[in-house]
Nanobody, 124 residues
Framework: QVQLVESGGGLVQTGGSLRLSCAAS????????MGWFRQTPGKEREFVAA????????YYADSAKGRFTISRDNAKNTVYLQMNSLKPEDTAVYYC?????????????????WGQGTQVTVSS
């Protein structure tokens, strides 16, 4: 089992940047595919970005392409989400998730473990 703790959320103006971190503990971090998702009230949790076990492959939602970057440091058991050029529509609770599968998934169901989330608010 792995425990995930997100940090780095906050309030930022339109066009600003934030870097989210997700620290993992428990089983070997490098054996998990990692993903970032987000959710707003009344909506389904949606995929944002994912990264393969070694970090060589990354995937993004169309809304994140060109603005967000997912990365990981397996030595530090941490996955990051660098978010630039933020927009009000990026406002959401952001969750990191861990998947024991070798494949990189862009839907929420395959992910086995979830963090508690961190709030990101982008003001207009």
């Amino acid at each position: 089992q792995v425990q995930l703790v997100e940090s780095g959320g906050g309030l930022v103006q339109t066009g600003g940047s934030l870097r989210l971190s997700c620290a993992a503990s428990g089983r070997t971090f490098s054996s998990y595919t990692m993903g970032w998702f987000r959710q707003t009230p009344g909506k389904e949790r949606e995929f944002v970005a994912a990264i393969s076990r070694g970090g060589a492959s990354t995937y993004y939602a169309d809304s994140a392409k060109g603005r967000f970057t997912i990365s990981r440091d397996n030595a530090k058991n941490t996955v990051y989400l660098q978010m630039n050029s933020l927009k009000p529509e990026d406002t959401a609770v952001y969750y990191c998730a861990a998947d024991q599968s070798r494949l990189v998934h862009t839907t929420r169901d395959p992910y086995d473990y979830w963090g508690q989330g961190t709030q990101v608010t982008v003001s207009s």
